[in-house]
């Protein structure tokens, strides 16, 4: 099979959607968020993870280049591998640096969205640093606007940061967990340093201090730093905010934290000893916890070493090494193409949003309704309910209308028929959630989320996500009139 060519049209593949020509008076334009300068928004406008709003419109992918690792997390098994799961660490091929570049040309040739190379291991970026910096440097040659972004536990972090800012790698994550040794070791029960394996507290305190120095040299150089932490109930879920103040204070830009996997099938130490991950509103809490701090992501989708495509869709598979041509040519047109379709879309959108938003501040009062989304890129309502892996999940209220995260569910319907024993998993998947938006729902699905008090509509089906959120939300709460 040969991969699969992405049209702009799939995006917004409504008449109304493709309305052409412009609403905006910012059509064409893509002006930073206010709370963003313009040199950080030049390098976030087009990365998926460090802009909420990029993720709609921009692809990631990986490549498993980096197999090796430096410490153990007791989270973490990368022996375990199964195509069909989404999960960090899991991959179904390891290449070699020759054979990443290689399909990275093809993916860069069949999917315009593509915006940034990442290498998440399945080890660690840095302790494969040879693997890492060869794949780079032969990507830069034939891709040169292409962006770089690696991953690391930060071990060996404060001895490539020279290089790291040599070679323009504009975003680096480092995964803490905590900033107190004696949780660390918790997690950590060994690592390799300077020739030496070590364990217990002594393990833990040079893995933080590392991890800090390496922070602290990275943001001295200009370099975009997401942290990275894995929540881990009665092990660091109190001690987050502790980290979110520590990484703040040394000038992290974005903080991401992720609930923990810990399925006992995966022969992780936490996931053979009971240790469990936290509930998704567990999560929220903490996440809401943390806000006014540390800039926080939410939309992290916890890829595959191996992802491909906009965050929330895999298509790894696609690409794999069997199924690519010898050699590829790249032509870059269809992703110049692609971004200039992403500016006048922007535009657009924006305006729209401040519609919306027009709504919500017409709500004078504490009134909030968390809506799912089931969407295919581009920040509209585009996809149909059965057809759904994910729920983008956004909160209306007195702040505004913001992404909070996602539900991942079974698809519903298969090959034209509704399977009912997936949809009781997809209704304990949306606890919690008031209103579903899709672009096409049938009445049987329909009915049975509302006997579990969720409404379901698609009567927004293409608007923007904002749009449409806006218009139920105050239908909700008796503004309707407030959106036109
Ligand atoms: C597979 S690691 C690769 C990069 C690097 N070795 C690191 O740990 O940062 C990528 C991310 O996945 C996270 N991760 C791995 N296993 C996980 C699990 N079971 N639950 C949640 N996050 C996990 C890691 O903490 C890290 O942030
Ligand atoms: S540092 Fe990353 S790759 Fe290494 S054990 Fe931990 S999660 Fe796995
Ligand atoms: S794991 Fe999170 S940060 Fe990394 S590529 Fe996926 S969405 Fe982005």
């Known amino acids: 099979m040969s991969p699969q060519i992405v049209s702009l049209d799939s995006l917004t593949a409504s008449p109304s959607a493709r309305r052409g020509g412009c609403a905006s008076s910012s059509c064409g334009t893509s002006a930073p968020p206010a709370d963003i300068d313009a040199a950080t928004w030049e390098k976030i406008k087009d990365h998926p993870c460090y802009s909420e709003e990029a993720h709609h419109y921009f692809a990631r992918m990986h490549v498993a280049v980096a197999p090796a690792c430096n410490i153990q997390c007791n989270y973490c098994n990368r022996k375990y591998d199964c195509s069909n799961e989404s999960r960090p660490g899991v991959v179904s091929e390891r290449l070699t640096p020759e054979e990443a570049v290689r399909k990275v040309v093809a993916v860069a040739a069949a999917v315009p969205e593509l915006s940034v190379l990442g290498i998440a291991g399945p080890g660690d970026a840095l302790h494969d640093w040879k693997n890492t910096r060869a794949t780079f440097e032969a990507v830069r040659k034939v891709i040169p606007d292409i962006r770089f972004c690696l991953s690391t536990n930060g071990l060996a972090l404060p001895d490539h940061v ?115 991950g936290p509930t998704p509103a567990e999560l929220k809490a903490l996440q809401d916890r943390l806000e006014g701090g540390a800039k926080l992501m939410r939309h992290c989708r916890q890829c595959r070493a191996d992802a491909i495509g906009l965050l929330g869709e895999d298509r790894g598979q696609e690409f794999i090494l069997d199924r690519l041509p010898e050699t590829v040519a790249y032509d870059p047109a269809a992703r110049d193409a692609y971004r200039a379709f992403v500016a006048a879309e922007r535009g657009d959108r924006g305006a729209a949003r401040d519609d919306a938003l027009r709504c919500i501040d017409a709500v004078a009062d504490d009134a909030r309704l968390l809506v799912a989304v089931a969407t295919k890129g581009g920040a509209r309502v585009n996809e ?83 749009t449409a959120v806006g218009k139920v939300y105050a239908e909700r709460f008796g503004r309707a009139a407030a959106v036109a």
């Open 384 to 466: 149909h309910f059965g057809h759904a892996r994910e729920f983008q999940v956004y909160e209306a209220g007195p702040k505004g209308i913001t992404l909070i995260g996602h539900r991942k569910v079974d698809a519903y319907c298969m090959g034209g028929f509704g399977e009912d024993a997936t949809l009781g998993p997809t209704i304990a998947a949306l606890d919690g959630i008031d209103t579903v938006l899709c672009a096409k729902v049938g009445d049987c699905p329909r009915e049975a989320l509302l006997a579990a008090g969720i409404t379901v509509t698609d009567a927004h089906a293409y608007d923007y996500v904002e």
């Open 162 to 276: 020279d290089e790291i800012a040599d070679m323009a790698i504009d975003h680096v994550t480092i995964t803490i967990n905590a900033v107190d040794p004696k949780i660390g070791a918790r997690i950590y029960p060994w690592i390799f340093f300077d020739h030496k394996r070590r364990t217990g507290l002594e393990a833990a305190t040079i893995l933080l201090e590392r991890q800090m120095l390496g922070l602290e040299r990275l943001t001295a150089r200009g370099i975009l730093v997401k942290i990275n932490s894995v929540m881990i109930p009665g092990i660091n879920d109190h001690h987050l905010p502790e980290v979110n103040r520590a990484v703040r204070a040394r000038g992290a830009f974005l903080h991401n934290v992720m609930p923990l996997i810990s399925d006992p099938a995966h022969g992780t130490h936490f996931g053979l000893t009971g240790q469990r």
